[in-house]
């Protein structure tokens, strides 16, 4: 998973700095092999959204793909007058400054969110740890707010569901497949 995390984020061609993952969706169709080969497509780009595909190949075989659908040119809007959820869950995760920079380095994810004095936590890694939390194979996530380092992470099951929930705030949404 993380080579192919790394095969999207360092594709030469694409720059995507300051721009949000909106939705990823993660499949894999067979157990992790070395032999694995990437290849990235660009399905649609424009001023507004691009929308990646990223496939994992063994002889010529797909066995792992993400697509990533990326707002391109966006700002991080701070909350404001949104209504504050009391019933969030159970503690999932707080991801530490350090904990992000390394998942930034070990990706090459260097989208400058990701680096600042209070980084945004990278939409691949919420979706790996919540791959490695649900034990799947096919998770779609959509990311609803920012979720930022050091502030807890509560989330709460509604059948195949899992909502995100940090400082109150629904974060996002995920669906196992």
């Not at 990223?54 to 949104?82: D, F, I, P, W």
């Not at 989330?155 to 974060?171: A, P, T």
Request: with cysteine.
């Amino acid at each position: 998973m993380i080579d192919l995390f790394r095969a999207f984020a360092t594709k030469d061609d694409f720059f995507y700095d300051g721009a949000f993952i909106a939705k990823v969706k993660y499949q894999r169709f067979q157990s992790k092999s070395d032999k694995e080969t990437y290849k990235n497509e660009i399905i649609k780009s424009n001023r507004r959204l691009s929308v990646i595909n990223c496939s994992g190949y063994v002889n010529n075989e797909v066995v792992e793909t993400l697509t990533v659908y990326l707002m391109m040119n966006a700002t991080v809007k701070e909350a404001t007058q949104l209504e504050s959820i009391k019933d969030v869950g159970t503690l999932w995760r707080n991801f530490s400054k350090k904990e992000i920079a390394d998942f930034s380095h070990l990706t090459g994810d260097t989208n400058s969110i990701h680096l600042t004095e209070n980084p945004v936590v990278q939409g691949l890694f919420i979706l790996k740890e919540l791959c490695d939390t649900s034990q799947t194979n096919e998770i779609e996530v959509k990311y609803v707010h920012p979720v930022y380092s050091g502030n807890p992470v509560y989330i709460k099951y509604e059948g195949n569901l899992i909502k995100g929930f940090s400082n109150g705030i629904l974060c996002f949404k995920a669906t196992l497949l």
